[in-house]
């Protein structure tokens, strides 16, 4: 018996049954031999890890654009917090760490420099509009490695798809858009424990919120310091969702009120304040003016990606420009659209 069939046996042994067996995954876009010591789900969070995509989120915008403060959230920070609040759950329900994980980490792989503002402008430049989560699955089937892809599990593909909520209801009891797998329900929820308690820490920390500004009830309800927020939320699914063995993640009603009063208080207050706003419309021109160069210019977009266009042009350039860091777009719109200082002869 290999090490990874040990695994995989411990699993069925340990885990709820209604979790979600490495060794029942509906399997990979292309078959691929398994590994003799890692499972589907590690070897998934590995490559994940591993890839350029992962290692870029350190420079996108979470809420705060190119932030000179060095506890400020980034893209990268933001998935690390999700993936901890995700594997806690997992773990205390049952269900499978290692997809949870893998989930978790990949989740915003696609999303576009300077956070929500560039996602929001590629949305209505692009044909067909443009989604982070519909990207970010494009990244590991298509993007990474050259154009081959990361060929991820169906399982963790189906919790990147469908990891993103909005403003609408947390977690339906059923829909299009819900993931199929207990492991991608609560990554959903962990993705939006970790932005709204780190969004408004940060908003706190940068001075756009003072803690009075905060609805009591919410503040009643949930906590009032950070970690006493997510120790709430992150408990109540617990309490909720053990009964089930974990076959409905869910929260109470009370818990998941006052969490979506909580974000909608910080689209009003934080992502929609005039100091916020101000450097979002800044960056949604920047993306438009990137956008419309390459769209204008194929061959600028070959010699910047440095090869041939593999899909529709305008295809290219959503990707490329999705794929950005906060800084490379900054420093090619100055490049592209800025004078250099002339150097005279002495």
């Not at 018996?1 to 699993?11: D, K, V």
């Not at 997809?99 to 996602?119: N, Q, R, V, W």
């Not at 053990?242 to 993640?249: I, Y």
């Amino acid at each position: 018996m290999t090490i990874r069939e040990e695994l995989e046996l411990r699993e069925r042994q340990t885990l709820s049954p209604h979790a979600t067996f490495s060794d029942s995954t509906r399997g990979r876009r292309s078959p691929e031999e398994e590994d003799d010591v890692r499972m589907s789900f590690q070897r998934d969070r590995d490559r994940i890890v591993h890839c350029k995509s992962f290692r870029r989120l350190k420079h996108k915008t979470q809420v705060f654009l190119a932030p000179t403060g060095d506890h400020y959230r980034t893209r990268l920070t933001h998935t690390i917090e999700v993936t901890q609040i995700a594997r806690t759950l997992a773990r205390s329900l049952k269900l499978n760490e290692d997809l949870a994980e893998a989930i978790a980490m990949g989740h915003d792989l696609g999303h576009t420099p300077f956070g929500h503002a560039g996602e929001e402008v590629l949305n209505e430049l692009h044909p067909g509009g443009f989604e982070h989560s519909a990207q970010s699955l494009r990244v590991v089937d298509l993007l990474e490695r050259d154009g081959r892809g990361l060929n991820l599990t169906w399982e963790v593909r189906d919790g990147i798809k469908n990891h993103s909520k909005g403003r609408g209801i947390i977690l339906e009891v059923s829909g299009r858009d819900m993931p199929h797998t207990p492991e991608g329900r609560l990554v959903r929820l962990a993705d939006i424990i970790a932005y709204t308690n780190h969004d408004m820490d940060d908003a706190l920390r940068a001075g756009v919120l003072k803690i009075r500004d905060v609805p009591s009830v919410i503040l009643k309800t949930l906590g009032k310091t950070h970690s006493k927020r997510i120790d709430t939320m992150i408990r109540d699914i617990i309490r909720c969702s053990a009964p089930s063995g974990g076959a409905e993640v869910c929260g109470s009603r009370e818990i998941m009120e006052a969490t979506a009063s909580l974000r909608d208080f910080l689209f009003t207050n934080v992502y929609e304040s005039p100091v916020i706003r101000s450097d979002f419309d800044k960056s949604k021109q920047i993306v438009a003016m990137l956008y419309r160069f390459f769209i204008n210019d194929r061959d600028a977009l070959e010699r910047e990606i440095g090869r041939p266009l593999r899909y529709k042009h305008r295809r290219e350039v959503a990707d490329f420009i999705a794929g950005m860091t906060d800084r490379y777009a900054l420093d090619l719109f100055n490049r592209l659209f800025l004078p250099s200082p002339w150097a005279a002869e002495g």
